[in-house]
């Protein structure tokens, strides 16, 4: 524990005439007037945020960053660890960044994770940080607790599936690998807790999907829903062009993170939103190349009206989007980015990066649209 020292001011205590008889070691006057350095004591007044406050951030449980500091320089020395299992707005964080203390975060929510990203982007001369997501370890543990049979994986999964497809308000489908359900003349595939839905996953269903056509005349359909947590890069383009070919309507529908929270589950709280399409272009001049968006499409049949009124360009869908200039299949590493703030609510469309080496280069450009929802592009470039 480091004990804190703060200001009282002789006017606030004696009144605005009192001038002290003698300065004291401690004692000392700036635009505030005299004061003499105290022990804080345990009653703290310090202001909330507020809408016009400088740090205001659109985040209903923001705390002010002059409380955390006064916990964090309390509690820690520089560099020592600080953790906050309650990222909220990034408060915490932000403070620890700015007092040089080394910091973990996390969260349950999306737009916390979103928030504190960007706050911590705004910080003059921020160190490097990662952005990880539990993903399947945190399904993994959620579907061992929620279903029964943790120890038969065959029975677990057609539990889980059934789950999916009953929130997705489906009828459940047995008997088939890779179809398992039906909603509104579409047959339903749900993609694995611990895996991406891939291009293979989605040709072997399209391939059973006609296979289970042919057997059962009686079906009208022509179109598959694939719900997934996560989905390999560039499925929209690839998988579509085969879906295409085989004459079958496809559609990919995240299945959200809402789903392990019993309380939104119990609520009904439950929306599956259809993935983005982002459209790049890149040109490459000699060792410079030049990336620019130029679409994002976002299915809006999901969205609240009043949403969807208020978007007039479809680069308003954006809030925020970085770009790995040299993926090698490992970490997204954040080399440039550009986002929306109270300060500055547009987004560039366009940047350059110069390239030191000739070579053949993997670019992943990674979009958050307002929805707090993330899509990924990647392009193949060569430096010549």
Same mark, same amino acid.
């Given at each position: ?16 005439? %009192?001038?002290?008889? %003698? ?62 299992? %309650? ?59 929620? %279903? ?196 500055n609510p547009k987004i560039d469309l366009s940047t350059t990066n110069t390239y030191k080496e000739k070579g053949k280069y993997t670019v992943i450009v990674k979009v958050i649209d307002i929805l707090g929802n993330d899509t990924t592009k990647v392009l193949e470039i060569e430096i010549n």
């Amino acid at each position: 524990f480091t004990p804190l020292e703060q200001k009282e001011y002789y006017a606030d205590i004696y009144g605005p005439d %009192f001038k002290p008889s %003698f300065a004291g070691r401690k004692q000392g006057k700036d635009e505030g007037g005299i004061y003499r350095m105290s022990m804080v004591d345990d009653v703290w007044d310090i202001s909330a945020v507020f809408t016009l406050s400088k740090e205001h951030l659109p985040y209903d449980t923001q705390k002010p960053e002059v409380l955390l500091e006064r916990v964090i320089k309390a509690s820690s020395k520089e560099g020592d660890l600080i953790l906050d299992c %309650f990222a909220g707005s990034g408060t915490t964080a932000a403070v620890a960044e700015k007092l040089n203390r080394q910091w973990i975060t996390c969260d349950l929510g999306r737009f916390a994770i979103h928030t504190t990203r960007k706050r911590m982007l705004k910080i003059d001369g921020v160190k490097p940080f990662i952005v990880q997501n539990l993903g399947k370890y945190e399904r993994q543990q959620w579907m061992k607790v929620e %279903f029964e049979n943790p120890e038969n994986r065959i029975l677990q999964e057609k539990a889980y599936r059934h789950f999916i497809i009953d929130l997705y308000n489906g009828k459940t489908l047995d008997g088939y690998t890779w179809l398992h359900g039906s909603k509104a003349g579409r047959m339903v595939h749900v993609g694995s807790v611990d895996a991406p839905v891939t291009v293979e996953d989605i040709k072997s269903t399209i391939l059973e999907f006609w296979k289970l056509v042919g057997k059962e005349q009686q079906i009208q359909t022509n179109g598959i829903d694939f719900l997934g947590w996560d989905f390999a890069f560039e499925v929209n383009e690839t998988a579509q062009q085969f879906a295409a070919e085989n004459k079958v309507n496809v559609s990919f529908k995240k299945i959200p993170r809402e789903v392990l929270e019993k309380k939104a589950v119990e609520q009904g709280d439950i929306k599956f939103y259809e993935l983005a399409a982002l459209s790049v272009n890149v040109k490459v001049e000699k060792m410079k190349a030049l990336l620019k968006l130029e679409n994002f499409i976002m299915p809006q049949d999901e969205l609240p009206e009043e949403v969807r009124g208020s978007i007039t360009h479809w680069s308003q869908w954006i809030d925020y989007w970085a770009i790995d200039w040299n993926f090698k299949d490992d970490t997204f590493h954040n080399e440039w980015q550009s986002y929306r703030s109270k300060q500055n609510p547009k987004i560039d469309l366009s940047t350059t990066n110069t390239y030191k080496e000739k070579g053949k280069y993997t670019v992943i450009v990674k979009v958050i649209d307002i929805l707090g929802n993330d899509t990924t592009k990647v392009l193949e470039i060569e430096i010549n």
